[in-house]
């Protein structure tokens, strides 16, 4: 199927490219290439040099009309295809000038989460995603609105959505599910039934000067992330109902830079995200009930650009829940208990502005777990080639 889509969408891309005359879409093509090595016992890559498969992302993108924009973005990844991003954006010619975007996309909630990685300043995705959004970012299907907000000199935008509810899914998904045919599944497994979630985030952008400008946003995401069977009375002759699990999502972020010159910049950008929500624990009786948890995570880094072509930065990670664990009821999103941090250093190379990166990133993570579970500490180290064709560049430098 995915292969279907991905060959559907390359012809599709393709004939508008040679169909059109007077408005072509940009086509770009942006490729990755990870080499690395970890210091991580017991695991085959330990101390060796490894390979990933090369990644690639196709972007198709362009003006409909002079109203309305359109992007397909096809991604390769872990040697699978997917339609990574599918949307269209009316952008102009709506009352008090409403912007909207429909379709399936990374959502509007924090800064990084809409940026593709290979545009990051770093290699690795914060903690705080991998936990509350996935390994993939927090991307669903749906639709929202955008306006500009009256502010005077800064700029400032309102972004309300509703979505299908599907990154709260997909990130469980289980496509090998014919391998565990007849076994007993004790996986976490999300029925959430057809109920919408909800995105929002509010961003300003306020000048500093001629050099430096600072942006500031509020996000925040409510809905249904599953629905369960669970006591609601300690009688124990009581029947389990059904109902609603519900999670809450706070977020804050900020984005400063300094760039006097085009051969120097200074970028200093951080997000957080606070999450309220409804978990399942088991009490002394073996009976499933209902208890609400906060928890959060956060990142901070900085990333200097010098001589045009070098940058070197690092980043702090800090989150709730174990990066690496299986989804399980009191793991991942819903665990209270447990924390990992990580520092992330790098030095990048841009022989050849926005076309050619080359990234070298070292990555250490620490586990902290409540019961006294002693847990060696992980250190990867990363070499990054990113290549792009086309006018969607490698980097936004």
């Not at 999103?333 to 070292?362: C, H, M, Q």
Request: charged share 20%; net charge negative.
């Amino acid at each position: 199927m995915q292969n279907l889509i991905f060959s559907v969408l390359i012809v599709f891309g393709f004939t508008i490219a040679s169909a059109q005359t007077s408005i072509n879409p940009d086509i770009s093509a942006i490729g990755t290439f990870n080499t690395f090595t970890n210091f991580i016992k017991d695991t085959p890559e330990y101390g060796k040099l490894n390979f990933d498969l090369p990644e690639f992302e196709l972007f198709v993108d362009g003006y409909l009309n002079p109203y309305a924009r359109a992007t397909f973005n096809v991604a390769f990844h872990d040697g699978e295809f997917h339609g990574e991003e599918i949307y269209a954006q009316i952008v102009r010619g709506l009352p008090l000038d409403i912007q909207i975007k429909a379709g399936k996309y990374l959502l509007g909630f924090g800064k990084i989460n809409t940026i593709h990685p290979h545009a990051w300043s770093f290699i690795y995705r914060p903690l705080y995603q991998q936990i509350y959004f996935g390994e993939e970012g927090f991307n669903d299907v749906g639709a929202d609105f955008s306006i500009i907000l009256p502010t005077g000199d800064i700029y400032t935008t309102l972004d309300l959505g509703i979505f299908k509810g599907d990154a709260l899914v997909n990130e469980h998904d289980h496509e090998h599910e014919e391998d565990h045919e007849g076994e007993e599944e004790d996986h976490f497994e999300l029925e959430r039934g057809n109920s919408p979630i909800f995105v929002g985030r509010l961003g300003s952008f306020f000048p500093l000067g001629d050099f430096s400008n600072l942006e500031f946003g509020l996000s925040g995401s409510y809905g249904v992330y599953s629905k369960a069977d669970f006591y609601t009375s300690e009688d124990s002759t009581a029947l389990p109902e059904n109902k609603s699990l519900n999670y809450l999502y706070g977020g804050v972020d900020f984005k400063y830079k300094y760039r006097p010159n085009s051969y120097t910049a200074l970028t200093i950008q951080g997000e957080a995200l606070w999450n309220n929500r409804n978990v399942l624990r088991t009490n002394d009786l073996g009976l499933d009930f209902q208890e609400d948890i906060n928890t959060f995570g956060a990142f901070i880094y900085v990333d200097y650009q010098f001589n045009k072509i070098f940058s070197v930065g690092a980043k702090y990670d800090f989150t709730y829940g174990i990066i690496g664990d299986e989804l399980y009821y009191n793991t991942l999103a819903n665990d209270d208990k447990n924390k990992t941090s990580g520092i992330e250093g790098w030095f990048g190379y841009y022989p050849f502005e926005e076309t050619l990166a080359l990234r070298l990133g070292v990555q250490n993570l620490s586990f902290n777990y409540a019961d006294g579970t002693q847990s060696d500490s992980e250190t990867t180290i990363n070499l990054q080639l990113i290549f792009s064709l086309g006018p969607h560049k490698a980097h936004p430098f």
